[in-house]
């Protein structure tokens, strides 16, 4: 998974864009990191960062459909969601490109960067 920047990259990036002198219309970036990760990974990050154990269970779309219709969601949110992690299991969000970093004109913010910063909030 590639997720999207975190919001001092996006500020950034937001800022460099609006004061470029090169003309934006028309032109379409994809924003992502340089690595791409999956969701077992983040939970092995957070658990080294925090000290606390973590860790992520893939749930069959089923069991998440059913869990999820439990808690209250309606019908056609559930399908989008349990939609949405079939597809980032089977890989949809893996593409890495490198507009983000060019755009900011520096590496962007790494896995571990960001997992620190959101546990300190």
Excluded: C
Excluded at 100 to 112: D, F, K, N, V
């Amino acid at each position: 998974m590639v997720a999207p920047p975190p919001l001092s990259d996006n500020a950034r990036l937001t800022a460099v864009v609006l004061a470029s002198q090169q003309p934006q219309s028309g032109k379409v970036y994809a924003l992502t990191g340089e690595v791409a990760w999956s969701l077992p990974e983040l939970a092995a990050e957070t658990a080294a960062i925090s000290g606390k154990p973590v860790t992520y269970t893939e749930l069959p779309a089923e069991q998440y459909a059913y869990i999820l219709t439990g808690a209250g969601l309606p019908g056609f949110l559930v399908e989008m969601l349990v939609d949405a992690d079939v597809n980032v299991a089977q890989g949809a969000l893996q593409t890495v490109t490198g507009d983000l970093a060019a755009l900011l004109g520096r590496p962007t913010t790494t896995l571990r960067e960001a997992v620190t910063a959101a546990l300190r909030h």
